[in-house]
Nanobody, 117 residues
């Protein structure tokens, strides 16, 4: 079983920045595994934000590409999401997840990000 702990959410004005952190523990991750972030805005379905694999290869949703940066500390199974130039439409609960090969099997509780206009 994998335990996931997120932190770093909060309230920020449009154009501001926030940094989310996520630590996973309880299971050794293989080189084929990855970690990532999803988000769920009010009244909307959960959507993919970003992913990073063990080699550091990153993938982003079009809506955040160029504004968000995902990074990873492999020896600690810890990832970060640096969010810059935040927009009101970025307001959501952000969830950290662990990908076992191709499936996102483990999820954190979520952290609220609110961007005011």
């Amino acid at each position: 079983q994998v335990q996931i702990e997120e932190s770093g959410g909060g309230v920020v004005q449009a154009g501001g920045s926030l940094r989310l952190s996520c630590a996973a523990s309880g299971r050794a991750l293989s080189p084929d595994d990855g970690m990532g972030w999803f988000r769920r805005a009010p009244g909307r379905e959960r959507e993919f934000v970003a992913d990073i694999d063990a080699s550091g290869l990153t993938t982003y949703a079009d809506s955040v590409n160029g504004r968000f940066t995902i990074s990873r500390e492999n020896d600690k199974n810890t990832i970060f999401l640096q969010m810059n130039n935040l927009k009101p439409e970025d307001t959501a609960v952000y969830y950290c997840t662990v990908r076992i090969v191709d499936n996102y099997n483990y999820w954190g509780q979520g952290t609220q990000v609110t961007v005011s206009s």
